[in-house]
Every structure is written in structure tokens, then in C-alpha cells.
């Protein structure tokens, strides 16, 4: 008679930004790599908020501007920095379209939006957002306008009225902010951050081989607690 063993069950806090492309590779490279798991290691992906860019106002600002001002850099290494992302972005199926005329957009209605769809479907929640990833890198959408992200809800199976009621209000506002100022205290100030079982961490967009390989080796470890709710 064979024997039926359950696959090991772990939580996984994804902190991350919608405006993060490397954000969207690292979501690409742990929902591949945990395919390759299937049957061995089953896995809770909790989406946790993090904003780059908290002050951004609904307008937004010219992306080759702002990032060249934040991080110090001439438009040349801007450019070569996008082609990197897009070499790692491709073979995982993600289109990065930004360039010349992009912008970058406030994302905290998002993330009320992404934290509301945790509460009521996790699968949708991810569902969500993967659909904003591609509306911002790929279809250069503003994610601010809460008409994009209505539509944006309703094309990933989330109930309309309630979307709009989230959207309209402030609900989940202080959870949001709760939830940023919790991850920030205890160290992450960038993103992706990968937090398995609220003990170990995987940081930065890995490669799908690499996420495989933590993952095995945390799964075979004696679990004692998981992470934050």
C-alpha cells in the first residue's frame, strides 16, 4: 500500500508595490516556482503593501524624470537599467512597455483595493494583482484612476458594488498604512520581499530556480510558528 503524505504547507507574505517591476517578476517567479512544488509543497500568498512612492500625487510624474532624480543616475543608465528588467521580464511572460513618455502613478488606492480582495478571495487578490502589474508596465495605465482600477476589479471577478464602495470611501486605508509601517519597522525598505513562514526571507525578483531551491529547503525544516496576519 503506498503511502499518502500531505504536502508541507507554508505562508508567504509577498511585499511588494504595483509600480515595482521587479516586483512583478519576483510574483511571476514564485508562482512558477511553486508550480514546480506542486503535490510537495502547498503555499498562502498573503500580498503585503509597500509604496516607492508615497507622495506621488493622482497626476503623477514623468517616469524618466523621477527616476532618474531618485536614484542619481543619467538617462543612459536608465535606459540600460529598463533593458535589464525586460531581458528578466520575458521569458516569464511579462511585457515592460515603459520608456520615453511613461509615468509613474500613486498607487495607494491600490493597494486598498488589493488588500479588501485578500480579505475576500486570495486567488482573486492575485488574480488582481497581476492584472494591475500589466496595466502599469505593459499598458502604461494610470493606476491612481479609480475608473482603471474599477474596471481593472471587475475583469478579475471582484463584485462591482463592493469594489466601487471600497474605491468611493476610505475603507482599508489604516490597514494599508498598518500593514506598510509594520513591514518597514521590522527592516524591509525594498521590494520584493519574500517572507516564508514569518522567519525567512527571500529577498529582491529572484529567478524561479532560486525561489524553488528556498523554498525546498525551508519546507524541510521543523516548523515552529508562521508569520505576521
Known sequence: MTCMT????????????VACPWCAIGLASLEKALSRLDGSIAADIHL?????NPHL??????????LMHKYGIGEAQLEANRKAIRERAA?????????????????FDAHRLLHWAGLEDPERALALKQA???AYFTDQENVADRE?????????????AQVR????????????RAQEQRYQQAGIHSVPATIVNGKWLIPG??????????????AAKPQTGSGPA
Open 205 to 218: 525578483g529572484q529567478p524561479p530556480e532560486t525561489f524553488e531551491g528556498a523554498l525546498r529547503e525551508i
Open 132 to 134: 494591475l502589474f500589466r
Open 91 to 107: 521569458p516569464l511572460g511579462i511585457v515592460i512597455n515603459t520608456g520615453h513618455g511613461s509615468r509613474v502613478w500613486n498607487t
Open 148 to 160: 482603471v482600477l474599477m474596471r481593472i476589479a471587475m475583469e478579475a471577478g471582484l463584485d462591482p
Open 165 to 176: 464602495h471600497v474605491l468611493e470611501t476610505d475603507a482599508y486605508a489604516d490597514e494599508v
Open 6 to 17: 500531505s504536502p508541507s504547507r507554508l505562508r508567504i507574505d509577498f511585499v511588494s508595490d
Open 57 to 66: 500625487s493622482r497626476e503623477g510624474e514623468d517616469a524618466n524624470l523621477h
Open 48 to 52: 503585503q503593501p509597500f509604496e516607492l
